[in-house]
């Protein structure tokens, strides 16, 4: 899916015909499986915060507190204007929902299903395309790919929170458990994790990645990491 939301579609009819279905599938359907409530009840008693390259929203449809949340690199659930002309986001739930269901789908318990001839269409109709209200440029999803991303409000109001979370716990005992960073972007998580692990006195970092779980050699004593099935390891917890 993450591929295919790079392919030059040529009209913007197919463009979302192929996003309105990412969007929905990955962002208003529950996850399959139940990762994220495990690793909630985990937390959920703790005074915690959860820091996010995702924008799925999965966190929170899990129960985690909106306010306890940032998403650095945007959400699947909002349109921005593609220029930019304007800092603002708009919820898209609805025009989303329209689109999938032009194309040949029902709704039912949240899910996608097949209507009973069974054709579905690779478009949507021209005037479901979401076009800015100021400028009357297209939309795109707020989504951090380029200089074009809209950091609004919210997403202020969230790195703050973030912050003063840091600041509030640095001389605390704090744990820094890092879930499935790769190194597309190491720079927003893993990096900044490893440093504060080094510099905060009682920081302790745990890495949860098949395959992948490591840590700097000046935190080795201070960390633990593994390799194992992410899914796995919080249901055994």
Same mark, same amino acid.
């Given at each position: 899916? *993450?591929? $295919?939301?790079?392919?030059?579609?040529?009209?913007?009819?197919?463009?979302?015909?192929?996003?309105?279905?990412?969007?929905?599938?990955?962002?208003?359907? /529950?996850?399959?499986?139940?990762? *994220?409530?495990?690793?909630?009840?985990?937390? #959920?008693? #703790? /005074?915690?915060?959860?820091?996010?390259?995702?924008?799925?929203?999965?966190?929170?449809?899990?129960?985690?507190? #909106?306010?306890?949340?940032? =998403?650095?690199? $945007? /959400?699947?659930?909002?349109?921005?204007?593609?220029?930019?002309?304007?800092?603002?986001?708009?919820?898209?739930?609805?025009?989303?929902?329209?689109?999938?269901?032009?194309?040949?789908?029902?709704?039912?318990?949240?899910?996608?299903?097949?209507?009973?001839?069974?054709?579905?269409?690779?478009?949507?109709?021209?005037?479901?395309?979401? =076009?800015?209200?100021?400028?009357?440029?297209?939309?795109?999803?707020? &989504?951090?790919?380029?200089?074009?991303?809209?950091?609004?409000?919210?997403?202020?109001?969230?790195?703050?929170? *973030?912050?003063?979370? !840091?600041?509030?716990? #640095?001389?605390?005992? !704090?744990?820094? &458990?890092?879930? $499935?960073?790769?190194?597309?972007?190491?720079?927003?998580?893993? =990096?900044?994790?490893?440093?504060?692990?080094?510099?905060?006195?009682?920081?302790?970092?745990?890495?949860?990645?098949?395959?992948?779980?490591?840590?700097?050699?000046? !935190?080795?004593?201070?960390?633990? *990491?593994?390799?194992?099935?992410? $899914?796995?390891?919080?249901?055994?917890?």
């Amino acid at each position: 899916m *993450y591929s $295919g939301g790079f392919y030059p579609y040529k009209t913007l009819e197919k463009h979302w015909g192929y996003w309105c279905r990412y969007i929905y599938i990955n962002r208003y359907m /529950d996850a399959p499986k139940p990762v *994220y409530q495990n690793l909630y009840d985990l937390v #959920k008693e #703790k /005074d915690y915060f959860v820091l996010t390259t995702n924008v799925d929203h999965c966190f929170q449809k899990a129960g985690f507190a #909106k306010n306890r949340i940032f =998403y650095t690199q $945007g /959400d699947y659930g909002l349109f921005q204007c593609s220029e930019p002309c304007h800092k603002k986001t708009y919820d898209n739930e609805e025009t989303i929902k329209k689109m999938v269901l032009s194309q040949g789908f029902r709704i039912k318990d949240g899910e996608l299903q097949k209507t009973e001839d069974g054709e579905i269409k690779l478009t949507v109709p021209t005037g479901l395309i979401p =076009y800015c209200p100021r400028c009357g440029k297209p939309m795109s999803m707020n &989504l951090r790919s380029d200089q074009t991303f809209v950091e609004d409000e919210g997403w202020h109001q969230a790195a703050e929170r *973030y912050e003063k979370f !840091i600041q509030d716990h #640095k001389k605390q005992k !704090i744990v820094f &458990l890092e879930l $499935g960073v790769g190194y597309n972007t190491p720079g927003i998580i893993k =990096y900044p994790f490893w440093q504060m692990t080094n510099t905060f006195q009682h920081a302790f970092y745990v890495c949860l990645n098949q395959g992948e779980a490591y840590a700097s050699a000046e !935190i080795t004593r201070k960390s633990v *990491y593994m390799n194992e099935d992410i $899914g796995e390891i919080l249901k055994e917890l």
